[in-house]
Nanobody
């Protein structure tokens, strides 16, 4: 059974930084685009950033130039470095693994990020 386990969430002041990490297991990592999404209660889950197995990266406009996504194909991890955090970045952040080739889509359990203003 595929597992995605997030870590690194927490409480931070506005302007601060956090680093989220997602560890994948029981997955052929190289077949998956990895991503981070976030959700505020009552709202739809939204894309934050994705990175393909070949390293192609996509960011939401709201986080571009502040967040950096990276992956380690040997360690089966994907990280999200979040700098210059804003109150509006407060959300539950979810790790995602998606493969069009394999028609598979997996989610982690989520980690809370709270930015105090």
């Amino acid at each position: 059974q595929v597992q995605l386990v997030e870590s690194g969430g927490g409480l931070v002041q506005s302007g601060g930084s956090l680093r989220l990490s997602c560890a994948a297991s029981r997955i052929n990592f190289s077949y998956y685009t990895m991503g981070w999404y976030r959700q505020v209660a009552g709202n739809q889950r939204e894309l934050v950033a994705t990175i393909s197995s070949g390293g192609i990266i996509n960011y939401a406009d709201s986080v571009r130039d502040r967040f950096t996504i990276s992956r380690d194909n040997a360690k089966l991890t994907v990280d999200l470095q979040m700098n210059s955090l804003r109150f509006e970045d407060t959300a539950v952040y979810y790790c995602n693994a998606a493969s069009i080739l394999l028609n598979r889509n997996y989610w982690g359990q989520g980690t809370q990020v709270t930015v105090s203003s």
